[in-house]
């Protein structure tokens, strides 16, 4: 089979994927969706998926890569650990019928989705949010059935204090519409609000009354967490190993941010932004001047072609829902003419950690979601679609984290010390993941252990912990992606250094890991070092995934 064939192979995926993937709460956008959809999650669909999934994998096993051709064998991998997830998705973590948080996004995700992209919204998104408003009532009943099977008690309580008020929430997001959609369709919404937030709020007390009765939460285990770093995430290192480099880096935090604050301990901390119209107006001059300062110190090129990262105010229609997801719209491959936006609360003394963050410095978001964007920008012009598409939480996260410590160093906050503090506890929260990730994953803590763990040592706010905690409890491998994706990069980049000398470029080498800022780096590894030695320690494990 030539590359062709595998990049037909990945466009059938892609358009199967469309249609027959989860919704996902992560930031990184990974499908495009068409208005109105919406996921499904009955035993049969599943059934359905794991049928088409032995199909798949049939094709790409009856696939030639031409000998030395490193580029498609890459591409040939990535479509490996794309169908390898899908197992691991559908038997392994189970999420679709025993995670009450995953079936709450499955259920008014798509709701919260469609809002994200800036309006004015189309008529099909418009007939979209009346679809997804309407099916609510349906997919709880469908919800409840399968947790009543399968339900993990832990996973029911955080769901039910998410779901807390979510009646009144989501009647206040469809009267947030007003002004921005049309009359006949706030109309039909407004019909659909009571049934909809009834449901929604009858599925709350459910939980919260069924959740003893359910099962506890287990662990995936240590030998299915191996396969998932081995095949859906191309990962060598054993778990301990990243355990302990995460505890390392903490460490070197912890004592980074305690001199940075004692060094500049004469010094006030930034204001809050007085209002969020000047917070948006300092984030567009910043981002301009992040953009320059990246171009001026030879970092990463900064193409005519790529798009801005904005903030907006959050508007009234996302502000009751910000539970199902990043607030954010960092745009796809159809969309690279669109800025991308983050949406941001009204400064206030006490918002959430990370957006405290921006509303004192909106560089801090500018250096962390701002890379997302333009690596996901510049990532969907990518002439290989395969690359284009396939998404690893490992190599996005690693790099928006790897890009924080960066612009640290090179000294673009130079003009602002408590904002070198902040970036150490970035560093902090980052590398304690690794330790929740794995703990979860392994036993050693359990859900509120984890919220503890968080709240006492980044520290954070309890409920930012408590929602990265559930999603983490329910989705192993994604916590640790930050720290491990930043290691795997600055080994990356030390190794290229040492051995192209004179020759190397550390902005030849970003602008070449941004456009494949989608692909592990065990095989970035192979494509610009020619070194295996990941691959081979890869492909030597032979353990098989257990899924009952």
């Not at 030998?223 to 480099?245: G, M, N, Q, S, Y």
């Not at 948006?280 to 801005?308: C, H």
Request: glycine content about 6%; hydrophobic content about 45%.
């Amino acid at each position: 089979m030539t590359t062709e064939n595998l990049i037909a192979l990945s466009e059938d995926i892609e358009r199967w994927a469309q249609d027959a993937a989860f919704r996902s709460s992560d930031d990184i956008p990974r499908l495009r969706r068409t208005p109105g959809w919406l996921p499904s999650f009955t035993p049969e669909s599943v059934a359905e998926r794991r049928e088409q999934l032995a199909a798949f994998r049939s094709r790409l096993a009856e696939a030639s890569v031409p000998e030395g051709d490193v580029a498609a064998a890459v591409d040939a991998r990535l479509l490996g650990s794309v169908l390898d997830r899908v197992e691991w998705d559908l038997d392994v973590l189970r999420n679709w019928e025993r995670d009450a948080v995953f079936l709450v996004g499955q259920i008014i995700g798509p709701w919260f989705d469609l809002l994200l992209p800036r309006p004015p919204f189309s008529a099909d998104v418009e007939r979209g949010l009346v679809t997804v408003a309407a099916s609510i009532p349906e997919r709880v009943a469908l919800a409840t059935r399968n947790l009543e099977r399968a339900g993990v008690g832990d996973l029911a309580r955080a769901a039910a204090v998410e779901l807390e008020g979510i009646g009144e929430r989501f009647a206040a997001s469809i009267e947030g519409l007003a002004g921005v959609v049309t009359d006949d369709t706030l109309a039909q919404l407004r019909e659909l609000a009571t049934p909809a937030g009834d449901a929604l709020a009858g599925f709350a007390t459910w939980l919260s009354e069924s959740a003893a009765a359910f099962a506890p939460s287990t662990p995936v285990g240590r030998e299915r967490f191996v396969w998932f770093l081995r095949h859906v995430a191309l990962i060598a290192e054993e778990p301990e190993d990243l355990v302990r480099a995460a505890l390392q880096d903490y460490r070197r935090a912890v004592l980074a941010e305690m001199v940075t604050r004692n060094r500049y301990r004469d010094i006030e901390p930034a204001p809050i932004a007085e209002s969020i119209e000047a917070q948006v107006e300092r984030q567009i001059e910043q981002e301009a001047e992040v953009r320059a300062f990246s171009e001026a110190e030879g970092l990463l090129s900064q193409p005519d072609t790529l798009g801005r990262y904005h903030v907006a105010p959050m508007p009234a229609y996302l502000e009751p829902l910000r539970f199902l997801g990043v607030s954010d719209d960092l745009t796809d491959e159809d969309r690279l003419d669109v800025d991308g936006v983050s949406y941001m609360p009204h400064p206030e003394p006490e918002l959430p950690y990370f957006y405290a963050a921006n509303a004192r410095d909106p560089r801090l978001g500018i250096i962390h979601e701002g890379a997302h964007y333009k690596q996901l920008a510049l990532s969907w012009a990518n002439p290989d679609p395969i690359r284009r598409r396939y998404i690893d939480s490992v190599a996005n996260e690693g790099i928006a984290f790897y890009n924080e410590e960066l612009m640290l160093l090179a000294g673009l906050f130079d003009d602002a010390p408590h904002s070198q503090e902040v970036v150490h506890n970035f560093n902090r929260l980052r590398s304690l993941r690794v330790v929740v990730d794995v703990s979860l994953a392994t036993g050693a803590f359990t859900l509120e252990e984890a919220i503890d763990f968080f709240v006492r040592l980044v520290p954070m706010d309890v409920e930012t912990a408590r929602e990265e905690c559930a999603m983490y409890l329910a989705t192993p491998g994604l916590a640790m992606s930050y720290h491990v994706g930043k290691q795997q990069l600055l080994r990356l980049v030390t190794d290229a250094a040492v051995s192209q000398g004179t020759a190397f470029s550390l902005r030849a080498l970003h602008d070449r890991v941004w456009q494949n800022g989608n692909v592990p780096f065990s095989l970035h590894r192979w494509e610009i070092l020619g070194d295996r030695s990941d691959l081979d320690s890869i492909d030597a494990y032979a353990g098989s995934l257990p899924t009952a």
